[in-house]
């Protein structure tokens, strides 16, 4: 499968996603730790993808997301953005109603 196809049904299948360094319980950079504890705070599952396994995820991500760094959160297909948004996001009581909404199972699944 191509890395492009591999990226498209990872954000498809996961209605929330993140692309990190390293995993929740092992974050390999600041930037991960805290985006991590931000969405652990919010009590919602979340699958993640750590890119540094990945090197052709981290290095085709950026160019279909047309956003430069890591870790990037994908809610419902769509990009959420980095750390720095996330942790705004977080302090301002946004992301735990997007999380909350996005973990919600549709009835017909």
């Not at 930037?31 to 396994?53: E, G, H, K, M, R």
């Not at 160019?63 to 953005?81: H, I, R, S």
């Amino acid at each position: 499968m191509e890395t492009l196809d591999r990226i498209k049904q990872q954000i498809a299948e996961n209605d929330i996603l993140l692309y990190m360094k390293g995993s929740p319980k092992f974050p390999s950079c600041g930037f991960s730790a805290q985006t991590v504890q931000a969405l652990v705070a919010c009590n919602q599952p979340f699958a993640y993808v750590d890119i540094l396994q990945n090197p052709d995820i981290r290095a085709e991500l950026p160019k279909y997301a047309n956003w430069p760094t890591f870790p990037q959160l994908w809610v419902k297909g769509e990009l959420v953005g980095g750390c720095d948004i996330i942790l705004e996001m977080f302090q301002s009581h946004e992301l735990q109603p997007l999380l909350e909404e996005a973990a919600k199972k549709d009835p017909a699944e």
